[in-house]
């Protein structure tokens, strides 16, 4: 048997970790706040904060601060994340095609 790529091992450590894939999901659309986020994802703020700073991390996300009153904090992919793109669709089409209406309720 094969031993297993260590950067694909890392990869899936990162893509698989809890709420990461909804939360590349809903960047996909453009640049969002923390709140607006918060509130499209069945997810606590605690979690979501972490999972944000996981991804800021590994440069999959950048946290932009507009000094501003009040400050306003939006979160985008970066390149790195964007690249994530083909992926996560791909992941879509394939959950559109094989899992079942019944399975997600």
């Known amino acids: 048997m094969s031993e297993l790529c260590p950067r694909f ?3 899936m450590q990162i893509i698989s970790k809890r709420w990461v894939g909804l939360i590349l999901f809903e960047l996909l659309d ?5 709140s607006e ?5 069945p ?21 932009h601060i507009y000094s501003e009153f009040p400050v ?3 979160y985008s992919l970066s390149k790195k994340g964007e690249s994530l793109r083909p992926v ?3 992941i879509q089409n394939w959950a559109n095609d094989w899992i079942a209406e019944e399975e997600v309720n």
């Open 43 to 63: 997810i606590s703020g605690r979690l979501l904060s972490d999972r944000l700073k996981m991804l800021e991390k590994e440069g999959i996300v950048i946290r």
């Open 30 to 34: 453009g640049p969002k706040r923390f």
């Open 37 to 41: 986020m918060e509130s499209n994802l």
């Open 88 to 90: 996560i669709q791909d």
């Open 9 to 11: 091992e890392k990869a």
């Open 72 to 74: 306003r904090i939006e």
